[in-house]
């Protein structure tokens, strides 16, 4: 059963950067699309970007041209490089497969934009 644990969160100022890694316990590229999801307080999850397995990736419109997805087929890791940071980024990052319904989550790394 394939394991993603995240890490890479914290606090930062409007602007900032910050880079999350998603630490796979299997194999995660082969057919399988991943991505990052995040969830802020009241909110639903919503997927933020995406990386097919031939190296395709996709965006919400909310982090297009701030946020850069990667994979590491090495490290068996998923990146996400997120700059210009916004107050409104501030949630709880995910990583998994592109899903409509996942089987199952990691804790998640909490990610927050404050001055």
């Known amino acids: 059963q394939v394991q993603f644990v995240e890490s890479g969160g914290g606090l930062v100022q409007p602007g900032g950067s910050l880079r999350l890694s998603c630490a796979a316990s299997g194999s995660i590229f082969g057919i399988y699309a991943m991505g990052w999801y995040r969830q802020a307080p009241g909110k639903q999850r919503e997927l933020v970007a995406a990386i097919t397995s031939g190296g395709n990736t996709n965006y919400a419109d909310s982090v297009k041209g701030r946020f850069t997805i990667s994979r590491d087929s090495a490290k068996n890791t998923v990146n996400l490089q997120m700059n210009s940071l916004k107050p409104e980024d501030t949630a709880v990052y995910y990583c998994?497969?592109?899903?409509?319904?996942?089987?199952?989550w990691g804790q998640g790394t909490q990610v927050t934009v404050s001055s």
């Open positions: 998994n497969f592109v899903s409509k319904a996942p089987p199952r």
